[in-house]
């Protein structure tokens, strides 16, 4: 169950790093790299990415552990 939700946050979380570090070499070093329109359309996908996974790992934790569901089940 934790390898399936790392590997959930890391297929959309990695993108944002490398984002990140593009935009810092672009910064420092005063390159283009990615045009301004690619890199904001670019981080509006990855957000929405983002956004849509966040609720998959309430899913994941009700779908592969016994446990949770139970312990979710005693707050209502």
């Given amino acids: 169950?934790?390898?399936t939700v790392v590997g959930v946050f890391?297929?959309?979380e990695l993108p944002t790093g490398i984002c990140i570090v593009?935009?810092?070499i672009e910064n420092t070093w005063r390159?283009?790299?990615i045009d301004r329109k690619t890199f904001t359309i670019?981080?509006?996908w990855i957000n929405f990415f983002v956004f849509l996974t966040c609720p998959i790992n309430f899913f994941i934790y009700c779908?592969?552990?016994r446990q949770f569901?139970?312990?979710f089940?005693?707050?209502k």
């Fill in 1 to 3: 169950m934790l390898a």
């Fill in 10 to 12: 890391l297929l959309v």
């Fill in 22 to 24: 593009i935009n810092t």
């Fill in 31 to 33: 390159l283009n790299i």
């Fill in 42 to 44: 670019l981080n509006v």
């Fill in 63 to 65: 779908g592969m552990s």
């Fill in 69 to 71: 569901r139970e312990t």
């Fill in 73 to 75: 089940k005693q707050f």
